[in-house]
């Protein structure tokens, strides 16, 4: 099992970097090519959510977010510290739609409202899972990975080259 472990400064620009990472990670587990684009934009919705929450309400607290490949299933998690709910609004919203790096995704409006980046996931991710309280918000995506032989450990790897 592989795991990698973001913890990023609360800005809009850094999104498009988890976006890379990401996906980076997805294509090394082994995700199917037809699922990458599903992934990069849940993705990009929900770290735009907890990006948006904690510019907010946690500006010194990193928003973090996991990627782990475990047998059968790669699963990702965002970790915010905002409120549950809430709308971002004012300077801050118009901060955010301005430094959106892909406004073209049909998810700027999810930059502003955190509700409507989680209602977005439902039609990207087959199985994810919300698990809100006082102390913030994670996200938890999951999506399928095909078997490996016993002995290999990633895309192209053989049974020779793991000796």
Known sequence: MALV???L???PAHVRTARLVVVAAARRAGLDDSLVDELRLA???AASRAVGLHVKHAPQTPVRITVSDEPGGLTITVTDRGPAA???TGDL???MLESDP???DDGVEALVDPDVALAVLSGLVDEYDVQADDSGTTVTMRWPLPARPVGVSGPGSTAASQV
């Open 43 to 45: 993705l990009g919705e």
């Open 93 to 95: 919203a118009d901060e």
């Open 86 to 88: 809430g709308r971002v």
């Open 9 to 11: 400064t609360p800005l």
């Open 102 to 104: 892909d406004p073209d």
């Open 5 to 7: 472990e973001l913890t």
